[in-house]
């Protein structure tokens, strides 16, 4: 324990606090730089680009589009982008929405009718990331399943069904059933494709609604290639974020059938999301859409290269999360300095990680960032990096 206490110490590890989940801490490195095309980010879960990049993209998008400009979530580019998703999860409609919190709230409002019951992930998002709206805001009744992991089964959701049903006496009903996948306070983890069919059938048989939170669904699908399209098949709606990986600044986009997406309008004007121009998320996302699935297949096949590249390395080990998805385990056996080693990255190397929690272990993000440098470079000023911090 000695020992372990002075390696942490002379390391850094010490004085850095435990981390949030994943996705909850600022990430700030990058905010200032400029040469995008050099900058790689193992942060987050896509390319973190500064306020100047972001302008630039989007007026060359916009000098090749003249027909971008939307008002209050109508025509423009927000238009295009609703039809694109209605395409791409096979669902009659789509409608573009300010946040995430917004479109996950208002498909179970409405999914679930008059019924306030709810069954969600414990460590979803709508459970525990969106200050309790669904409760305060939408008088729903979220009812936790599989306490610290990322997906339940379809017998522990039978179950829970059951015991409501026989404990209850003044039955308020069961509205939906909420999935988030992959799951962001899980690493990543993905929601097994077997689960969500029997899941998916059984909520069928017993006319129970079922949301799919899928605000990073492309990256699941890239890990497990399990098509969108397939995915949103399984739901009656389904929420994809355009910030994560879709190079925007903020905006959701939820799609379903005709009959629950023709009543979003009124619901986002009076829960205040009626926004009177929102093309400059729209417009980015938008054009990112048409290839990210092939982005993001070519920087899971490049960052599997890495991952071995990256274990052949003395100083460093990389493991994969259990049933993950673009997220990993990296440590660096050498007693460094942290700050200093995250420091050099960032100054020398411009390259971006987080820093590690309280047993030493680094969350590092594959995305599409790793596409702009070959591995052995990208290994290479990881390892430069590392001799220039020993502690």
């Keep these: 324990m000695k020992g372990r206490r002075e390696f942490l110490k002379s390391s850094g590890l010490a004085t850095i606090p435990l981390l949030l989940p994943v996705g909850l801490t600022p990430p700030a ?4 730089y400029t040469g995008k095309e050099e900058n790689i980010n193992f942060y987050t879960d896509g390319a973190l680009t500064s306020p100047l990049e972001y302008v630039k993209e989007l007026q060359e998008i916009i000098e090749k589009n003249n027909d971008t400009q939307d008002t209050y979530a109508k025509g423009g580019a927000v238009t295009k982008l ?3 998703f209605a395409e791409i999860t096979g669902k009659e409609k789509a409608i573009y929405m300010p946040s995430g919190t917004m479109a996950n709230n208002l498909a179970l409002k409405v ?23 669904a409760q305060s805001v939408h008088s729903k009744r979220l009812i936790p399943l599989a306490p610290g992991r990322a997906s339940f089964s379809f017998e522990e959701l039978k179950e829970a069904v059951s015991y409501l049903d026989k ?49 990073r669904l492309h990256l699941a699908s890239a890990y497990t290639g399990i098509p969108i399209q397939e995915y949103a098949s399984y739901f009656d709606t389904v929420y994809i974020s355009l910030y994560k990986y879709l190079g925007s600044k ?25 926004m009177y121009q929102n093309w400059p998320y729209a417009a980015m996302a938008l054009d990112k859409i048409t290839h990210i699935e092939d982005t993001l ?31 990993f385990n990296l440590k660096v056996s050498a007693p460094v300095n942290y700050e200093k080693l995250i420091a050099h990255l ?42 220039s911090s020993l502690a």
């Design 29 to 32: 490195a990058f905010a200032n």
């Design 82 to 84: 609703e039809q694109k």
């Design 111 to 133: 999914l679930s009718e008059g019924n306030t019951k709810i069954f969600v992930q414990e460590v979803s998002h709508l459970y525990r990331d969106e200050g309790d709206a």
């Design 167 to 215: 404990g209850e006496v003044f039955k308020s009903g069961i509205g939906a059933v909420s999935i988030e996948n992959p799951v962001r306070r899980a690493d990543g983890q993905v929601f097994p494709i077997e689960e969500i069919r029997r899941i998916s059938s059984y909520c069928r048989e017993h006319n129970i609604k079922l949301h799919l939170d899928g605000a």
């Design 250 to 274: 903020g905006g959701a986009v939820l799609s379903g059938d005709a009959k629950v997406i023709d009543q979003m309008p009124h619901l986002i004007k009076i829960y205040g999301g009626n």
């Design 297 to 327: 297949h070519k920087a899971k096949t490049k960052g599997e290269q890495l991952i071995s590249l990256i274990n052949q390395s003395p100083n460093m080990e990389i493991s994969r999360v259990p049933n993950g998805s673009n997220v």
């Design 346 to 387: 960032k100054d020398k190397e411009r390259m971006q990680i987080r820093t590690p929690d309280s047993q030493g272990i680094i969350k590092f993000f594959i995305n599409e960032t790793v596409l702009k440098r070959s591995n052995d470079s990208i290994v290479n000023a990881l390892n430069k990096a590392i001799s």
